[in-house]
């Protein structure tokens, strides 16, 4: 008997959904063995397949607390890392049902004329940030540090105009979310890695931070103490800027200085005159301005992977793959293209899931969160500028340092540990201007 060939499923990148397994079996003919293939998972059963697992319908859950304990299993490590108790790490359904209430709350109330307050300041955030920019020659700046902190700022704005300190403090903002980045970090390690006291004392100086970014002030609930409404502010910021600041530098970064073709060039400046001139983008985003923001959250989703876990079973919605399987996307898929967007088949319409699927898919998902990824992006591009304007980026690596079309994403997983934060650290601006 002759050995049988496998053939190798195609894919952008390994996956489990169409790894192969081979094994060898003794045949009654020495010397002699066949291999066995496992059998390769079509693309429909991988889209559906991550999708039951967003949904939580691969669990067959009887109820909405059933999906909060699905899905607060393995946030637990936030809960430990972070000390937060919202709908991500709960399992009690009044206070996930009173973190939605705030958070559509929060969305209802960013009508045009608060988008237009939040481009101003983040226009002004700028400009704190790089003062020395005007007179500048040759400079350096960090991106992420300024990604960082402009996303912060806006999200406080957001989440509590009323209560923010004034002016903001561009060194405690620093300080916060560095320590935000140190905690999310040591919450991913093993048990055995991890440092509690370091890790006590770090959320204890992003708690100082907070503070003066934050006035927390007594609620309705006299009982609530100091340390509960300060848990309570983290646990709100945490969902909208953690998953908020990489998705607006990695984009900048990608329709600034990476190749993209004449097309997409013209939609790029459309939306940049759209946002401009409408200060921030109104309540209503211009079709173009959907596809952009739309096509940043597929090539950076906020969330890469979804994890639902019960007392017996594990399960991961790789969203990341997703978004990137040129299968789905066609060869293309690396590139940034957002007319892509303006007719999708069936499979991308399933495939996309920046913000999860489902009746616990995430609040912004109405287009608050398309909202703020574009207009923070273009605060950068109009701002720092591109490659056509004369800027530059230093990635910190000379492999890395060409003009192709890869995503950003993919550069960072070969720079560092974490998903790349040791790179992201490192990116540099060079030759920008302000303006």
Not at 115 to 128: D, F, G, P, Q, S
Not at 372 to 392: D, P
Request: net charge positive; hydrophobic share 35%; proline share 5%.
């Amino acid at each position: 008997m002759k050995n049988t060939k496998t053939r190798k499923a195609y894919s952008s990148r390994p996956t489990t959904s169409n790894a192969i397994i081979t094994s060898a079996r003794h045949t009654p003919h020495k010397n002699q063995h066949i291999l066995f293939k496992a059998p390769v998972i079509s693309l429909q059963s991988k889209i559906q397949r991550n999708r039951s697992i967003a949904n939580f319908s691969i669990f067959q859950p009887s109820s909405l607390q059933h999906r909060l304990q699905l899905r607060a299993g393995p946030n637990s490590r936030l809960l430990k890392a972070f000390d937060i108790r919202n709908s991500f790490t709960t399992t009690d359904v009044d206070k996930h049902t009173d973190f939605l209430r705030l958070s559509f709350h929060t969305i209802k109330s960013a009508d045009g004329a608060v988008c237009r307050k939040v481009w101003r300041l983040a226009n002004e955030t700028i400009e704190k940030l790089v003062p020395q920019l005007r007179n500048s020659g040759r400079r350096e700046v960090r991106i992420e540090r300024i990604a960082r902190i402009l996303c912060l700022d806006a999200v406080l704005k957001l989440l509590f105009p009323k209560t923010r300190v004034r002016p903001f403090h561009i060194g405690h903002a620093d300080k916060a979310t560095k320590l935000v980045n140190v905690l999310w970090q040591d919450s991913k390690k093993s048990s055995s890695e991890r440092g509690p006291v370091s890790r006590q004392r770090s959320l204890e100086s992003l708690q100082e931070a907070l503070r003066e970014l934050v006035s927390v002030k007594q609620g309705d609930d006299e009982e609530e103490g100091e340390e509960d409404r300060e848990s309570k502010v983290l646990g709100l910021i945490m969902p909208a800027y953690e998953t908020l600041w990489r998705v607006v530098m990695l984009t900048y970064i990608h329709v600034a200085f990476r190749y993209i073709d004449t097309a997409t060039r013209e939609t790029v400046n459309k939306v940049v005159k759209s946002i401009s001139q409408n200060s921030g983008a109104g309540a209503r985003l211009d079709p173009t301005v959907v596809y952009f923001a739309r096509e940043a959250l597929r090539l950076y989703p906020p969330t890469k992977r979804i994890y639902r876990a019960s007392l017996s079973a594990e399960e991961t919605a790789d969203v990341e793959s997703m978004h990137h399987d040129e299968r789905i996307w066609g060869p293309d898929a690396p590139e940034f293209r957002p007319n892509r967007f303006d007719k999708l088949t069936r499979d991308q319409e399933h495939a996309y899931m920046p913000f999860g699927v489902g009746k616990n898919a995430c609040p912004a998902e109405n287009g608050f969160g398309r909202k703020r990824v574009s207009f923070l992006g273009v605060v950068l591009v109009t701002r720092l500028g591109t490659r056509a304007s004369g800027a530059g980026v230093r990635l910190g690596d000379d492999n890395l340092d060409v003009y192709v079309p890869s995503p950003v994403a993919d550069w960072a997983k070969r720079c560092g540990e974490m998903g790349g934060e040791s790179w992201i650290s490192g990116v540099k601006l060079i030759s920008y201007y302000i303006r």
